[in-house]
């Protein structure tokens, strides 16, 4: 199964960009991208996808390199609430998910 | 709202108790997923299935067993509780009718065994 990897944990302060960076250089033609975040005492949530272009929803955008080895989670101005663990994964063609142990983001007032 | 319940928020069991961990969930999903959470090691996947009375193994298997009798319905079973299964566990249902395959996860249930 291609594997991602994420650095442990970032910091960021309010109301200022955050760029979450993701590795996946094993990754096949057929994999998507998706992001995943998780809140204290939560569930993971779902928060975007793609396959080879860039993406942009309500919560975040993602950009994915040109060879897709890598991407990238943007998200746009970090409020104390975007404080979570940021899960990158790549989901096959049998659909199965692997998490891995993501970002811990903390946002700073 | 896809709803995705779990019959517990906290539970304390001994060694050697039979545990079951039952996940429900409201949007008539395929397929549902037992993982745990440790710190540092992320959601480990333990079991999933893709149907009723289908299961198939995940990552960390050993010491579990599952149920899917109705689609709503996942269990997780816990044979002989050890104290290494101490964890977080999360359930989670997802749909394959459309993209993006989302998976909706449940609150989780914090088993302590002592």
């Known amino acids: 199964d291609a594997k991602t990897t994420q650095p442990n944990s970032m910091e960021s302060n309010e109301e200022e960009p955050v760029h979450l960076p993701c590795n996946h250089s094993t990754i096949s033609g057929t994999d998507y991208i998706h992001w995943y975040r998780q809140l204290p005492s939560q569930g993971p949530e779902y928060v975007i996808h793609?396959?080879?272009s860039n993406v942009n929803n309500r919560m975040a955008s993602l950009a994915i390199a040109e060879d897709r080895k890598s991407s990238t989670l943007i998200l746009h101005r970090a409020t104390l609430r975007d404080a979570a663990v940021y899960y990158c994964?790549?989901?096959?063609?049998?659909?199965?998910?692997?998490f891995g142990a993501g970002t811990r983001l903390t946002v700073k007032p | 709202d896809v709803k995705v319940t779990q019959s517990s928020r906290y539970l304390v069991k001994r060694t050697g108790e039979k545990v079951f961990l039952e996940c429900v969930q409201d949007?008539?999903?395929?397929?549902m997923f037992w993982y745990r959470q440790d710190p540092g090691l992320g959601l480990r996947l333990i079991y999933f299935?893709?149907?009723?009375?289908?299961?198939e193994k995940g990552d960390i298997p050993e010491g579990y067993s599952v149920s899917r009798e109705k689609k709503e319905r996942f269990s997780l079973i816990l044979e002989s509780a050890s104290t290494n299964q101490t964890s977080m566990y999360l359930c989670?249902?997802?749909?394959?009718?459309?993209?993006?395959?989302?998976?909706?996860f449940g609150p989780g249930t914090r088993l302590t065994v002592t």
């Open positions: 949007m008539d999903h395929e397929n």
């Open positions: 989670a249902s997802r749909g394959m009718t459309s993209v993006p395959y989302e998976q909706y």
């Open positions: 994964i790549l989901r096959s063609n049998n659909n199965d998910m692997r």
């Open positions: 793609g396959l080879t």
């Open positions: 299935s893709y149907d009723v009375k289908m299961k």
